[in-house]
RNA sequence: CGCGGGGUAGAGCAGUGGCAGCUCGUAAGGCUCAUAACCUUGAGGUCGUGCGUUCGAAUCGCACCCCCGCAACCA
């Protein structure tokens, strides 16, 4: 029994589109294949995220399209939950940020920082509609920019002359909704110090140079090093996680709360540790054995943009509890994938959506691919030719084929006997090797490198067998045929498990193939590594068909028709 | 002078002072157990540009050029 635990925080998905390519190089894939190699391991690992439902984009959406935010967070939920189970993304609990629980921990968490006095009250200048008798958010508002005199610019920059606004520059300003002009009123909202709390941030920040990587680390300190700024954490809107300002004395309650809610980045980080207590408590466990238990380290996993939330603000959020809670202890960033060479955008057209390549072409393959092209230190891109040279020859031509040539010749020209040998040695070490390199660059963000581990070792194989020609052997010397087939066979063992967290429906598929259960995910047990496979305990399958289907040109003509 | 990342073979990338590497693609040869798969060998690079430090620079310094992210849609 492994006493260590980790807990796998993957970024929330935003709820006001649909699941892209962009999401599973960002998040969903990387934290997966963490969450199965660490589980695979044995140690014990929760896997938590869900589906965050608040903000502005949320309700601009809603209103676009005319339904409440709650229709349309409820209509997005189902489909993450579509792409979860289609790509096997094995989350321990994957929740929302409208559930009570969660509601009452962002509550909770705000209080502490208050009675730890990192809140403060402050009030500022915002658009307000007396007609819609709100205030709005920026992204709202448009107006005359007082440079060029164009109209119809937002709030911040002129698109027409490229000049940046400052705030309340804006002439006439009006509501992008109602069209009814707005005017600057005060308003009050909460702040975290973060001034305050930066000398404790910094700090941990610099404990961690050298094991993150080394952008991310440089980022991080780049932008505290610009100093702090006290950040607002509630909004005027009525979309979101409540301000318990009954909980807090008279004196400190900002005006006007019931009109107010928490800024969605502040609630949407408090999600891991909510989630953590939602799947504990429905489980029978002790949310503090992954929070305060020092063994427990905490890997999250997101695209770039979130970067300074989670190294920065997330941080200092749970610093400000001063209830000793875990900080990230690995957060693995990615950049951004781009398809064709172009960004990923709606407005480009150029958005390759989740389900619909899955459906076409099979979640595994998908996987592979992204993984193989994860945008871990620069930019990454989706080239469709890539990726039917990289599926096609690495995984079908390199992987499958080893596995098949070597599975066919055992059960078509060996009759799948039950022979039995010394393992080579040069083999074997080569296998051992390939275990601990695919596990240190696991551990570390390099998923590329990974999988590169994996390949070679699959090249190894390959290598072996054409130079030990069992297909000659087996005319003038059987015994020796068995004896590189035996081989043969391990290195296909050591493969099924190696797979395992990069393309698990594929190495479960390999499993079945030899009669063995599937590698269980939940069990207490080291599986990631070399352990002899005896050909007792295996059974051939009648019908064996390639893992691998290769992928002809039409099949992407049709998928981009 | 905003902060940060990147520019290395046709494509995608690794390589932070010591003969320029990996995967794919490509050329020639081999093999026939296997999904025309696999194996071997080769071609292909002024390491963005210039200047400098050094016995020695892709790697260190300075200057410059180009692409990208941090601010709309968006991870």
Redesign the pocket.
Known sequence: MNTKKILVAA?W??V??D?????L???FIPADIFTRYSRLKGIDTVFVSGSDCHG??IT??ADKRGISAKELVNEYIPKVHEIINQYGISYSLFTSTITENHKKVTQDVFLNLFKNGYILKKKSLQYFSDTDNKFLPD?YVEGECPHCHSQGQ?S??CENCGR?LGFGELINPYSKLTKAPVTLKETEHYFIDYPKLEGQIKEYVLNHEGTWK??VF??TI??I??GLQERAITRDLDWGVEIPVNDLPEEERIEFADTKRFYVWFDAVIGYLSATIEYCNANGLDYRDYWNNKDAKHYYF?????L?FHTIFWPGQLIGQNLNYNLPYFPSI??????N?Q??????GNIIDAKKVADHFGADLIRFYIT??L???????W?WN?FK??V???????????????L??YK??LNADKFDFEIDSELRNKIELAFTNVGDFLENGQF??AL?EI??LS?TG??Y???N????KLKTDIPEAQRIIFNCIQLVNALRILINPFIPAASNKLSENLGLNILESEIDHDQFKFTKLSLAGITVVEQLQ?????IEDEHITAFNA
Not at 343 to 348: E, F, G, P
Not at 375 to 381: F, L, R, V, W
Not at 392 to 406: A, Q, T
């Open positions: 970024a998905p935003y006001n589109g699941i892209h390519i962009g999401h190089a960002g998040y502005t984009p601009v959406e992204r937002r911040d920059q940046s080394d952008w440089k980022e780049g932008f090093n610009e997101m695209g770039q943009d979130n300074t990615v950049k951004f994938l781009n398809a060479g960004k990923l955008s709606k407005s480009r193989s092209i945008p871990e230190n620069k930019e990454g891109n080239d890539d040279n990289s096609n020859s690495e995984l079908g031509g390199n992987i499958g084929n080893f596995i098949h040539r070597v066919t010749f078509n020209k590329i490198s590169n390949k070679k090249t390959n290598q067998f054409d130079y020609k069992p297909w000659e390639p893992l691998f289907k290769k």
